[in-house]
């Protein structure tokens, strides 16, 4: 099976600027989460899709949306950039249904710099 | 909330060796799951190994096992005969096992511990 599939891998925007990253499931997957990786922050939970109905929020602002599309697909909307953004945004799948089945697996990331 | 600590932000270890990584975590919950995550230079966090609550035997993968104390809640992970390619963050994480709770799906990371393999 391929793996998780993220685009594009590298970003550069300005501030006040919007971007929107895109995320391929492993086929069969119905949960993707998005992540931001951050060398101050570390490692933190955005929000995760399932169904294509949002099942799970962190704690961001409203700047930072997302969507999932009927074929699992999830895209990451972040408007009005600013630098701070600037961060590795992971994004994760799992099949959804259960504990059992809901181990992630993560795509190679979108590094994303706001100049 | 819960809460992941790793206290050891790097280590370093000679190739063939053990090395220990440590991971405490915060939860009043008696159901979760814990992992270890790998991240080499390439950026993509890749599963080593996961570890049930309700399963008091220790998870192992290979040269990979992991030392899971829950009355501490402790969650050390040992890398045995250590090679070149182990060199990378590793991360460990929780999870809740309730998909009712808000907190469903979403991994709590600890800050990382890096490792080094000296050859």
């Known amino acids: 099976k391929a793996g998780v599939t993220q685009t594009p891998r590298y970003l550069i925007k300005t501030r006040g600027q919007q971007v929107t990253l895109s995320c391929s499931p492993i086929?069969?997957?119905?949960?993707v989460s998005w992540y931001q990786q951050t060398p101050g922050q570390g490692l933190q939970f955005l929000f995760e899709y399932f169904s294509e109905t949002q099942r799970n929020k962190g704690n961001f602002p409203g700047r930072f949306s997302g969507r999932q599309f009927s074929n699992s697909r999830s895209e990451m909307n972040v408007s009005t950039l600013e630098l701070g953004d600037s961060a590795l945004y992971l994004c994760?799948?799992?099949?959804?249904?259960?504990?059992?089945?809901?181990?992630?697996?993560f795509g190679p990331g979108t590094r994303l710099t706001v100049l | 909330a819960q809460t992941v600590t790793q206290s050891q932000p790097e280590m370093s270890v000679q190739e063939a060796e053990t090395v220990t990584l440590s991971c405490t975590y915060d939860t009043s919950e008696s159901d979760y799951y814990l992992f270890w995550y790998k991240q080499p230079p390439s950026r993509q966090m890749i599963l080593v190994i996961r570890?049930?609550?309700?399963?008091?035997q220790n998870a192992t993968e290979n040269r990979f096992s992991v030392n899971f104390q829950k009355a501490a809640k402790s969650f050390s992970l040992k890398i045995s005969d250590s090679q070149l390619g182990d060199a990378a963050m590793y991360f460990c994480?929780?999870?809740?096992?309730?998909?009712?709770?808000?907190?469903?799906?979403?991994?709590?990371f600890g800050g990382g511990t890096r490792v080094l393999v000296k050859p």
């Open positions: 570890q049930e609550a309700y399963k008091q």
């Open positions: 994480a929780y999870r809740t096992t309730s998909m009712i709770k808000a907190a469903g799906n979403k991994l709590t």
């Open positions: 086929s069969g997957h119905r949960s």
């Open positions: 994760a799948s799992s099949v959804g249904q259960g504990p059992n089945t809901d181990t992630q697996y």
